[in-house]
């Protein structure tokens, strides 16, 4: 049946999920439909910072001054995705003086605090860090986790009458007299997936105007639809460490380079990152040399990374826009600042705008702007209030230290669930009795992947990006099968057996990178607890032949491409979950 509405919103990435709230709050009519989970593409595949600007500060003050002012906004409106680890911009001794005290007066200039520290207070605050390190520029950076906050943008925009659609990628643009009048979609599903239409069919939205919020595939989209939009995608690699070997997030203070940043999120380290422009945002080489810059070159910041244990590697795709005429050569000099291209006036195509380049940090006011111009479009006249107005779960920043302390939960468990909750974490928590810990490594419970298959269904990569269960160390070895058997009240066998299969394989993918030392002895664990233990190599003497032979063609222990790391999450590509940002290959 087709339907008929406002606006559509195609990406579901943090801009798309931004604007689709905005949207709502301001009384509009809205669909936001991704082609696969929520953060499937460059956001659900980036490092996790929130800048507080410092970043470019010399190259790019525009851009620093808007990173800054947002940075302050998701402090208040989303603190319970952000965790305020602060920053360093640390320099060594063939660093530059000049480049340093450029620096210092960029984030002077663009009002970003900025405070110079010597050698001995950097160690201090970090003890790991290299003992040659001269001196630092202390920021207020911070951490984001990209996953909770977009999920929270979408629960915000589905509770002011907004409809999500996921897995539900554009087949076409509809253009009817030189106007587009809407999109067409495919209902997908698959292992694990909760089914709102039946899969393969397809259906039409027709809406008043469209929004292409799909980053680095926005050229696609405007395909569909005649026009070009001449992205440069930029892919880089991240790499994630099995502890926190720093709590601040450090960056290298000098103009530009590969491997110069390490931000710590959650229990984890991700060390960042290369920036190499490619020509198709879901097909370029992940290459190892990549993953071995990371660890050798920020080595020399933080000695401690050499003997750490990588964990998995993912790449995402900036999806960086270069005005006409810049013909600017390298990525890195690329402006990170956005832009509206509505194609009304600059390819005589009214009834759509696509929105490029920006950042996650900036994603907030690049989604009031699309929408301010839409309203104008649309002769709508609403403010925008979602600078002021929290998201779901951050309604009372206080209430995690408050609940803390009179109910004396003072374990990292209590204390990760309940920073992953925010101001849900009550009625979460309490109401599920007994409530031991599912994935040990995160410190996720029965409580909280209840409530995430409540919101996800059974697609359990969707209840990983609510609750980062199997995320951890043992990146789903030890708790994919306790996360699976928490379907089994209400899902048939088969289902809940293909949604640990999915599950597993997406923690596999990443891991395919990191498999030397320690991690391939962790990786041939895993194998062993669900090829062995589980029957998962469909082993003849526990399954018939028939599914035998499926379950042994399909791939390393529980079917699929894991072993030779194709497909993908971030999975990245439009929106969908990977580690913290696009394509189709392994997330972190």
Known sequence: MDDHVDVVVVGGGSTGCGVVRDLARRGIDAVLVE?????????????????????????DQKSARECMEENRVLRDIAAHCVEETGGLFVKRPEDSEEYFQEKLEGCHECDIPAEVIDGEEARRREPYLARD???????????????????????????????????????DV?????????????????????????PGTTEEIRARYV????????????????????????????????????????NRCQPKGNADIVVPHETACILGTTDKEVDDPEDYPEEEWEVDLMIETLSELVPALKDARTLRSFWGVRPLYEPPGTGTEDPTDITRDYFLLDHADRDELPGMTTIVGGKL???????????????EKLDHDAACDTADAPLPGSEDPAALDTYMEEF?????????????????????????????????????????????IEDAGSDLNAVRLRTRASMGNCQGGFCTHRIAAE????????????????????????????????QLSQAMLNYQLHATTMNRDGDPAGLDEEVAFDAFDAGPAAGGDGASGAGESPGPAAADGGEPDGGVHGDR
């Open 211 to 250: 929004i292409n919020a799909t980053g680095a595939w926005a050229g696609n989209v405007g395909g569909m639809a005649g026009v070009d939009v001449e992205v440069r995608p930029s892919k880089g690699v991240m790499t994630v460490m099995n502890i926190r070997q720093v709590d601040t997030v450090v």
């Open 408 to 452: 004396g939960l003072r374990s990292p468990v209590a204390r990760r669930s309940r920073q992953r909750l925010g101001s849900k974490g009550e009625d979460v928590l309490d109401g599920v009795d007994p409530n031991p810990v599912v994935c040990e490594c995160e410190g996720v419970t029965r409580a909280e992947v209840g409530a995430a």
């Open 361 to 375: 940090t900036t994603y907030r006011m690049m989604a009031e702007s699309i929408t301010d111009h839409v309203c």
């Open 35 to 59: 082609k696969g989970n929520l953060t499937h593409g460059t956001t659900g595949r980036m490092h996790g910072l929130l800048h507080s600007g410092g970043r470019y500060a010399v190259a």
């Open 174 to 198: 509809l253009v009817e007299d030189g106007e587009v009048v809407g999109v067409e979609i495919e209902h997908e599903t698959g292992p694990g997936k909760r089914v709102h239409h039946e």
């Open 133 to 171: 390190v001269e001196k630092a520029i202390a920021v207020p950076d911070a951490a984001i986790d990209p996953f909770r906050l977009c999920v929270a943008n979408a629960a915000d925009a589905r509770e002011h009458g907004a409809r999500i659609e996921t897995h539900a990628p554009v087949t």
């Open 487 to 518: 379907l089994a009240q209400e899902y048939p066998e088969p289902v809940v057996r293909n949604a640990e299969d999915e599950l597993y394989q997406e923690r596999w993918k990443g891991q395919r990178h990191a498999l030397w030392g320690e």
